[in-house]
């Protein structure tokens, strides 16, 4: 018969093909793939007869399953692989007349059944491996028992043929008998060996018991024992080995001789050792790293009492722009420089010098006994980096932050003293850099609320425990309350009531400000609403409510769609809201900066710039923003606390509210605490007030009482 090009025959081939092609490559045949292929092909045409044939027939799927496993497809990817194959080529290629639907069903049923058929070949097959294993012990043994009633003839080959070393020697330690691989071991001819003391091979690296269990042995004590053990080669190298030692007995059971058998462990320990350098060095630098410094430190602050450290914990300043703008190879040279620079600094055997990462090093001693030695470590690390470095011709300054950390051991671990030190570092940072600070337990105190308190926001904000403060604005000329500023709280589970200076600085930092600032936001716009509700639009018109914006909250993206869709959900009117904004976010600002700012005041928010006076107060500054009112800070309300008040204060209050005016510009002050400061502002002709005088911060309910207060009266 010859095969039509595109008949049955030649469609089954390409299914098998393709089947092969995804299997061959897991299987782990000797077959090449066109063997493999050959294989494959009565499976495949076996399938094909059981899509077609007239009763359905699932014996045939599974004995293909079972084919599989026979032809080296054990690995579990080769039964799906030909599942997936068989799923979507088996009815395209074999099935072409006939009825769709059944021959999918029929095919989906073969695929089940092929794996069925696979997994019981598997099972199989394991247990005939069971089987052999077992019968090739029994067979072990009985070698091993025939072996045990072998003439001494046959105990000389194996002596002189073993790859191990084998030794003989009396229970006085006499050398009676050596094979030839012990030799080889010791590099020497026999008049090395024959005729010397066991005991004559001590090494200085001999662990404590090597001795004591040798002396056990020959005293009949103990049968053997398993030691890792040194011994002096006569050309002066050093021979590790694993040494078995094993009492031979007389027929009596009286104890005879010693059986040594040596491994030679030598290169392998050197590998090891290579490893574990690898494993506990800085392969850029070549300095001990993280690892290697957390042991010694441990081991450091372990030792007996009475002792003392000292720690010095370096990074790099401005590291990062080093190797951002001359690239990281020569970030690199920098490091092994500095590397090269801090092993210089350290000169006594109890001192030492890590690479902790990045540009991170750290200096431990404990060569100390007083707090200024520790200090003087500090300042050599810093003279070391005063002379720049060159690097591609190029001379760089290297300027370092140390957080030093000095003490009794056995007080702290090492994770806390690490800590402690990374914190003293970031003081040190933060306080400009380029220089050393000692720790402190209340600073690291701070420094750890601080951080616990960053670590809870999230879940803080998730489970409810801000809530919102408002303090009435009250209008200068007529004294009614026109709106208030939402001022955030947390109350804290362990703390209590946190102001927002305890937590909106790390708020920013983590970037959480966002969620929270959108939530301050959502709260105190309904807070308006429900104001309005109930207080109507009043005689000064409709309460407004103003939120304190954060310099992030500024620059994400999501301001102004998610200021819109707050207004919009709660129905209230973009003139309700006042946006605060610190001078000092907006210095220096550019246009795209500006702009969401821009967007919301032409949608009828206003923006009011706050702390006003305290930044650069950039005067000129203020036609580019779009503000509505000026937030005079509170620093010019206390030069008003007497009356009369300073007349410095009182002529810069004029000229601002003056200018202010001109602007445009409304100025609201703060921190109004007495009647007479009140009365100062209302003169200068400021607009509105806020302060204790009128009202702490407090429940929304409180504001809708003064309100209503000065509605009645
Ligand atoms: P701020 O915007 O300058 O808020 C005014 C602060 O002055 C408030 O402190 C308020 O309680 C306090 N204050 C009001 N009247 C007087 C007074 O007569 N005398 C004195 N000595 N102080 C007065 P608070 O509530 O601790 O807020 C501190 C700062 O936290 C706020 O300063 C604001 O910058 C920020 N803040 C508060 N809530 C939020 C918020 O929801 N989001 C953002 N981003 N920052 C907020
Ligand atoms: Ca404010
Ligand atoms: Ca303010």
Redo the contacts with the bound molecule.
């Keep these: 018969m010859t095969a039509q090009p595109d008949g049955p025959e030649d469609r089954l081939r390409r299914l098998t093909t393709i089947w092969s092609r995804a299997v061959f490559p897991v299987t782990s045949t000797s077959l090449t793939r066109p063997e493999f292929e050959r294989r494959l092909l009565p499976l495949a045409r076996r399938l094909s007869e059981a899509l077609r044939a007239r009763a359905f027939d699932a014996a045939a799927g599974e004995a293909v399953g079972a084919a599989l496993g026979d032809a080296h497809c054990t690995a579990p990817e080769a039964l799906s692989r030909s599942l997936d194959c068989v799923d979507a080529y088996l009815v395209l290629y074999c099935g072409e007349d006939g009825d769709q639907e059944d021959l999918r069903a029929r095919c989906a049923r073969l695929q089940h059944a092929m794996a069925a058929g696979f997994a019981r070949a598997l099972r199989r097959r394991t247990l005939a491996e069971q089987e052999a294993i077992a019968q090739a012990a029994l067979r072990a043994q009985g070698v091993v028992a025939q072996a045990l009633h072998a003439s001494e003839a046959r105990f000389r080959a194996v002596f002189e043929g073993a790859a191990i070393g084998i030794g003989i020697a009396d229970l006085e330690g006499n050398v009676l008998q050596v094979n030839g691989a012990l030799l080889r071991m010791f590099g020497g001819s026999e008049q090395i060996l024959r005729g010397r003391n066991v005991r004559d091979w001590t090494h200085p690296e001999d662990a404590p018991q090597v001795w004591r269990l040798y002396e056990e042995l020959v005293r009949g004590e103990r049968e053997h024992y398993h030691v890792e053990k040194a011994f002096s080669r006569p050309d002066g190298t050093v021979l590790w080995t694993n040494l078995t030692v094993s009492l031979l007995r007389d027929p009596d059971g009286n104890p005879q001789y010693q059986l040594a058998l040596m491994e030679d462990t030598t290169e392998r320990r050197l590998l090891n050792l290579r490893l574990r350098y690898e494993a506990t060095h800085d392969a850029l630098t070549g300095l001990p790293n993280r690892t290697l410094f957390f042991e010694r430190l441990e081991k450091v602050l372990n030792a007996g009492d009475g002792r003392r450290f000292g720690l010095c914990y370096l990074d790099l300043d401005g590291f990062k722009t080093i190797n951002d703008s001359l690239g990281h190879a020569a970030g690199d040279r920098l490091l092994v420089e500095v590397a090269d620079r801090l092993q210089g600094c350290v000169s006594a055997p109890r001192e030492m010098v890590a690479r902790l990462g990045g540009d991170e090093f750290v200096a431990l001693t404990t060569a100390v006994d007083s707090r200024r030695e520790v200090d003087d470590l500090a300042s050599r690390i810093m003279n070391a980096l005063v002379a720049p470095v060159r690097i591609d011709g190029r001379e760089l300054t290297v300027r370092g932050s140390i957080g030093v950390v000095e003490g009794p051991v056995g007080e702290r671990t090492a994770a806390e003293v690490l800590r402690s030190a990374d914190i003293t570092m970031y003081r040190a940072k933060s306080a400009g850099g380029n220089r050393f600070e000692l720790a402190d337990p209340e600073a690291d105190a701070r420094a750890i609320t601080r951080h616990g308190l960053t670590t809870a926001l999230p879940a803080a904000l998730e489970r409810g425990e801000f809530f919102?403060?408002y303090?009435p604005l009250v209008h200068l000329g007529d004294g009614s309350v026109r709106g208030a500023?939402?001022?955030?709280?947390w109350l804290h589970p362990q703390h209590g009531v946190l102001?927002?200076?305890r937590f909106?600085p790390l708020a920013?930092h983590t970037g959480l400000?966002v969620p929270?600032?959108r939530w301050?936001m959502e709260q105190s716009v309904r807070q308006a609403r429900e104001w309005r509700e109930r207080h109507g639009d009043g005689a000064a018109g409709p309460l407004r409510i103003n939120?304190?914006?954060?310099p992030c909250?500024l620059s994400h993206p999501g301001l102004v769609q998610d200021t819109v869709d707050i207004l919009e959900r709660t129905g209230v009117t973009p003139d309700a809201l006042c946006l605060?904004v610190?001078e000092s976010a907006l210095i220096g600002a550019d246009d795209d900066l500006l702009k969401p700012l821009h967007r919301l005041a032409e949608m009828g928010v206003d923006i009011a710039l706050?702390?006003f006076g305290t930044g650069y107060s950039n005067l000129a500054n203020l036609r580019r923003l779009p503000v509505r009112v000026l937030?005079l800070?509170?620093s010019f309300?206390q030069g008003m606390q007497q009356f009369p008040a300073d007349p410095v204060d009182l002529k810069i209050v004029e000229g601002i509210v003056t200018l202010a005016h001109s602007l445009d510009l409304a100025v609201t002050v703060?921190?109004?605490?007495t009647g007479a400061q009140a009365e100062q502002l209302r003169v200068l002709g400021c607009d509105t007030a806020?302060?204790?005088?009128y009202a702490?911060?407090g429940p929304p309910d409180r504001l809708h009482e003064l309100a209503l207060a000065d509605a009645t009266g």
Aim: aromatic share 4%.
């Design positions: 919102i403060e303090q500023e939402a001022l955030v709280r102001g927002p200076d909106i920013e400000i929270l600032g301050v939120v304190n914006l954060s909250q605060e610190t706050d702390d937030k800070d509170r309300t703060e921190g109004v605490e806020q302060g204790w005088y702490r911060p």
